[in-house]
């Protein structure tokens, strides 16, 4: 899963992330593999409590993949090793809601 520390690395750096999946459950469990990440950075003392806790407070998690990808400013996506399948996730999915090619809006995770 590399979607979590894709959104943790924005997050850090004081961008509010969404971390989208078709399901609840994978959501879910984005959020909560990022959370831990967060957790696993400041243990090894590499960022501080308050770093963590304020990157965790800007992740969220969501399914409703037409208002936030409307919404965004960036895509970043990290589909699953398929390159079949993230083009066209890329190119026809989003780039038709968005209205623009994916390229360089949606950049490859």
């Known amino acids: ?5 894709i959104a943790l690395t924005f997050a850090l750096g004081g961008l509010p ?13 984005a959020v909560r593999k990022a959370r831990s990440l ?7 003392g590499l960022i501080t409590p308050d ?3 304020h990157a965790v ?3 969220t998690g969501s399914t409703d993949f037409e ?12 589909t699953p090793e398929r390159l079949a399948f993230s083009r066209s996730f890329s190119n026809d999915w ?8 994916s390229w360089p809006p949606i950049l490859p995770g």
């Open 57 to 59: 407070e800007l992740l």
């Open 17 to 29: 992330c969404t971390i989208l999946s078709r399901t609840a459950g994978g959501t879910d469990q």
């Open 94 to 101: 989003i780039g038709s809601r968005t209205g623009r090619l």
């Open 67 to 78: 208002s936030v990808v409307g919404a965004a400013g960036l895509v970043v996506e990290s």
């Open 1 to 5: 899963m590399m979607g979590p520390g």
């Open 51 to 53: 770093e963590a806790d």
């Open 38 to 44: 967060a957790g696993v950075l400041g243990d090894n």
